[in-house]
């Protein structure tokens, strides 16, 4: 059964950074495109940031765009996410997800595979 484990979400203070990692396992990840995508509480999940399966390829959601970074580790079937100049905005649950697709891609359902979340939380 393909497992998807975030880590390393916590509390942090504004301005702070903080990287997130997604180890895999039963997943063929060198095959797989990576993502991450957060949520808060009564709205919708929020695309964060994907990578595709080579690393060569990557794209951010507007509001994280050049503070978060996604990177993978192939020979370690980990992805992650370095997230720096944290702000309160920031606050949700983190989840990262897997699909098939050979392109980093924002839509919610290429991503056949998904964690269970990882809490991040910004006090300003």
């Known amino acids: 059964q393909v497992q998807l484990v975030e880590s390393g979400g916590g509390l942090v203070q504004a301005g702070d950074s903080l990287r997130l990692s997604c180890a895999t396992s039963k997943l063929t990840f060198n095959y797989y495109t990576m993502a991450w995508f957060r949520q808060v509480p009564g709205k919708e999940r929020e695309f964060v940031a ?12 507007d509001s994280v765009k050049g503070r978060f970074t996604a990177s993978r580790d ?3 079937n980990t992805v992650y996410l370095q997230m720096n ?11 990262c997800a897997a699909s098939g697709g050979v392109r980093a891609t924002p839509t919610k359902s290429a991503y056949s595979y998904w964690g269970q979340g990882t809490q991040v939380t910004v006090s300003s």
Do not use: P, Q, R
């Open 74 to 76: 192939n020979a370690k």
């Open 50 to 61: 994907a990578i595709s399966w080579k690393g060569g390829d990557s794209i951010y959601g």
């Open 85 to 95: 100049s944290l702000k309160s905005e920031d606050t949700a649950v983190y989840f």
